[in-house]
Each structure stands twice: as C-alpha cells, then as structure tokens.
C-alpha cells in the first residue's frame, strides 16, 4: 500500500522560502506522477504543481508559476516543493499526492501546514 509522508511546513514572513517534502513508501516511486495540492478552510483542495514520472515534464498553478518548484528525487522516493517569493494568500494546507499514469490522483498525505505572515 502506498503510502505518502509530507514534512516541511511552517510560520513564514512573507516574501521568505519553504521546502516542503513528500515521501513515498510501499511501492515503486518512480512508477508514479506525483503532484502537491494546497486547501483552505471551507474551500476545495486546488492543484499546485505536478511532475510527470514518463518525461520529467511538470504544470504549475498560474498563481504560483514562477515561484515554486516540484522536483523528484528517486533515489530518495521524494518529492520537493520550493516555495519562493511566500504571499499570504499562499497560507493552505498542502497535501502531496501520487498516482499511476492514467489513473486520478489516488494516493494522498495527511498535508502540512503552510502559514504566511503579512
């Protein structure tokens, strides 16, 4: 069973960084996309940022284009999410999710909170 541990969130000012990690364990990690979302109190979970597994190409939120990063390390069975140029409106829980090509996203972490100070 897959299984999707994340670590990395925290209180930052706004304009600082955070590196959030995910990690995979259970299966093969090179096998999956893999992908962070972010919610909100009383909002729908929305799509951050995806890494393919097949061609390493990836898609970012317009909100969040030029200031994050999702990178994969296989050797380590873990994805990162660089989170640059921190705005409040990026306050969420982030979650990582993981899923084999076409298939919807299927595996999901509890989430780390992400918390940015005006």
């Known amino acids: 069973q897959v299984q999707l541990v994340e670590s990395g969130g925290g209180l930052v000012q706004a304009g600082g960084s955070l590196r959030l990690s995910c990690v995979l364990s259970g299966r093969t990690f090179r096998t999956y996309h893999m992908a962070w979302f972010r919610q909100t109190p009383g909002k729908e979970r929305s799509f951050v940022a995806s890494l393919s597994t097949t061609d390493e190409s990836t898609l970012y939120n317009e909100a969040v284009q030029g200031r994050f990063t999702i990178s994969r390390d296989n050797a380590k069975n873990t994805v990162y999410l660089q989170m640059n140029s921190l705005k409040p409106e990026d306050t969420a829980i982030y979650y990582c999710?993981?899923?084999?090509?076409?298939?919807?996203?299927?595996?999901w972490g509890r989430g780390t909170q992400v918390t940015v100070s005006s």
């Open positions: 999710a993981a899923r084999i090509p076409d298939r919807n996203w299927q595996y």
